[in-house]
């Protein structure tokens, strides 16, 4: 069977701006990778990781780079030494699996093991500001039953607690986690993660710069800590072993599904919990996403709710996403 494999960027309107302590966004560059099989195509999506210097069109040419082994008969496990991590690799190993479910007649799920999916709780992010705006955001989505608070703003960890308190008076029964976005180096993060949990707080994602994660030894924290920035894939799972509770599955970072099922294994194996994030995404990149979901503590799958996502995308209602259609992927 020849094989033939495609790849561009698409462009997706934010909705309003999307704001972390890194910068703002008014659209997001997605990857798009198709590979053909017979009468069959397999797509996947990815979103370049920009703090790790990748741009759209760097993650294209990584892609389209790998054309010949596709053509060859390359899998996903070939994928795995051939290249690195990343928005390219993940783009490629979901357009791989989604062919692969379609020339079995089968859904991915069923290829996974995993038993059939049902709707799921999914975080919905508040976008940093000023806590005025921030509780302003909070009171539109105050019937959401679990928030996601950008915080690393102006203030350092007091204006984060100040951001905090404002959700909290505006969204009163909701749940909440926080992503710190490695803003609290050097602070006192006992005495910050002790304040949050007053407010409710359930976890705190990456509060110190990755690489810098030796700043949490003997920290005890009132809120359990979650790695993001910090943890990539299994080769990076060790640096954060006894400094954090849980880990932040990203497919974009771990690079596809097929090493995000692996992590998912290894990080159970050493006891930690497990959330399933997301980069800015349509619902096709959103979608292998949702099977990582599937196994962990936490979802944050709301990407497709931040821009103006792709036709026939993922379907939310209320709190939950549901799980990918075939003919959105696999």
């Given at each position: 069977?020849?094989?033939?494999?495609v790849a561009r960027v698409e462009r997706f309107p934010v909705r309003g701006v999307f704001t972390i302590a890194r910068g703002a966004k008014?659209?997001?560059?997605?990857?798009?990778?198709?590979?053909?099989?017979?009468?069959?195509?397999?797509?996947?999506?990815?979103?370049?990781?920009?703090?790790?210097?990748?741009?759209?069109?760097?993650?294209?040419?990584?892609?389209?780079?790998?054309?010949?082994?596709?053509?060859?008969?390359?899998?996903?496990?070939?994928?795995?030494?051939?290249?690195?991590?990343?928005?390219?690799?993940?783009?490629?190993?979901?357009?791989?699996?989604?062919?692969?479910?379609?020339?079995?007649?089968?859904?991915?799920?069923?290829?996974?093991?995993?038993?059939?999916?049902?709707?799921?709780?999914?975080?919905?992010?508040?976008?940093?500001?000023?806590?005025?705006?921030?509780?302003?955001?909070?009171?539109?989505?105050?019937?959401?039953?679990?928030?996601?608070?950008?915080?690393?703003?102006?203030?350092?960890?007091?204006?984060?607690?100040?951001?905090?308190?404002?959700?909290?008076?505006?969204?009163?029964?909701?749940?909440?986690?926080?992503?710190?976005?490695?803003?609290?180096?050097?602070?006192?993060?006992?005495?910050?993660?002790?304040?949050?949990?007053?407010?409710?707080?359930?976890?705190?994602?990456?509060?110190?710069?990755?690489?810098?994660?030796?700043?949490?030894?003997?920290?005890?924290?009132?809120?359990?800590?979650?790695?993001?920035?910090?943890?990539?894939?299994?080769?990076?799972?060790?640096?954060?072993?006894?400094?954090?509770?849980?880990?932040?599955?990203?497919?974009?970072?771990?690079?596809?599904?097929?090493?995000?099922?692996?992590?998912?294994?290894?990080?159970?194996?050493?006891?930690?919990?497990?959330?399933?994030?997301?980069?800015?995404?349509?619902?096709?990149?959103?979608?292998?996403?949702?099977?990582?979901?599937?196994?962990?503590?936490?979802?944050?799958?709301?990407?497709?709710?931040?821009?103006?996502?792709?036709?026939?995308?993922?379907?939310?209602?209320?709190?939950?996403?549901?799980?990918?259609?075939?003919?959105?992927?696999?």
């Amino acid at each position: 069977m020849v094989r033939n494999l495609v790849a561009r960027v698409e462009r997706f309107p934010v909705r309003g701006v999307f704001t972390i302590a890194r910068g703002a966004k008014t659209h997001v560059d997605v990857v798009v990778a198709e590979v053909t099989g017979g009468a069959h195509l397999g797509r996947g999506e990815g979103t370049a990781i920009y703090y790790h210097g990748e741009t759209a069109t760097t993650v294209v040419g990584q892609i389209l780079a790998q054309g010949d082994a596709v053509a060859a008969g390359a899998t996903r496990a070939d994928l795995l030494t051939l290249m690195g991590p990343g928005a390219a690799r993940n783009a490629l190993d979901a357009a791989l699996w989604d062919l692969e479910a379609k020339l079995a007649g089968r859904r991915v799920w069923q290829l996974l093991g995993l038993p059939a999916p049902r709707p799921m709780l999914t975080a919905y992010t508040i976008s940093l500001a000023d806590p005025g705006a921030m509780a302003a955001a909070a009171g539109v989505a105050k019937a959401r039953e679990l928030l996601k608070i950008k915080l690393g703003g102006d203030g350092g960890p007091d204006g984060d607690i100040e951001r905090v308190a404002a959700v909290r008076a505006a969204a009163p029964d909701a749940r909440l986690i926080v992503d710190a976005n490695e803003a609290w180096g050097g602070t006192d993060i006992a005495r910050t993660a002790a304040a949050l949990a007053l407010l409710g707080v359930e976890l705190i994602e990456q509060p110190v710069p990755a690489g810098q994660d030796a700043l949490l030894d003997g920290v005890r924290s009132a809120v359990p800590l979650a790695a993001d920035e910090s943890c990539h894939d299994r080769a990076t799972l060790g640096e954060i072993i006894g400094r954090y509770s849980h880990i932040n599955i990203k497919l974009d970072k771990a690079g596809g599904l097929t090493e995000a099922m692996a992590l998912v294994h290894a990080a159970r194996t050493r006891g930690l919990g497990i959330m399933t994030g997301c980069m800015l995404s349509t619902s096709l990149g959103i979608a292998p996403a949702f099977y990582v979901a599937m196994q962990g503590q936490y979802a944050d799958l709301d990407g497709p709710l931040l821009i103006e996502d792709r036709a026939g995308g993922l379907r939310f209602e209320d709190s939950d996403v549901w799980p990918p259609e075939a003919e959105l992927w696999g």
